[in-house]
């Protein structure tokens, strides 16, 4: 077995962060460097899944309820319009290899693709 990812442990409660939403399958945090007004992460509590084309392929259930929290999140933290980013490979700056979405949102509508 390898180390739980940074994620887990949040989730596990070994490093401190606020969670923002939880449900019995996902649940979202504040990514400790924001790059928007809002900048949550929105992450399966399964770690089986290293990126968002593994998910889609394995659980598009467990997708689709990710998308869902982000649009729930979007509302509730700012006015409802938000983006989605899945980055996928450490080429485009995946860090952390426990899949995750990065919902941004506030103030983006300057910005192009990835503000
Ligand atoms: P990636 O680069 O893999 O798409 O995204 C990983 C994200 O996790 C980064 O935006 C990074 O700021 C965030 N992150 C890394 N470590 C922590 C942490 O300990 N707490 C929180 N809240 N976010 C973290």
Redesign the pocket.
Known sequence: MSEPS?FSR?LAGE?P?EIVAETENVFA?????PQAPLHL?VIPKTEDYRNVVELAAGDPALLTEMVGLANTLAAEHADGDFRLIF?TGAGA????FHV?A?VLAGGLAEGSLGG
Do not use: E
């Not at 945090?29 to 460097?33: F, G, K, L, P, Q």
């Not at 700056?93 to 952390?96: H, I, L, P, R």
């Open positions: 940074i949040i490093i962060s945090i504040r990514d400790i460097a992460l980055n700056g995946q860090t952390v995750h990065h």
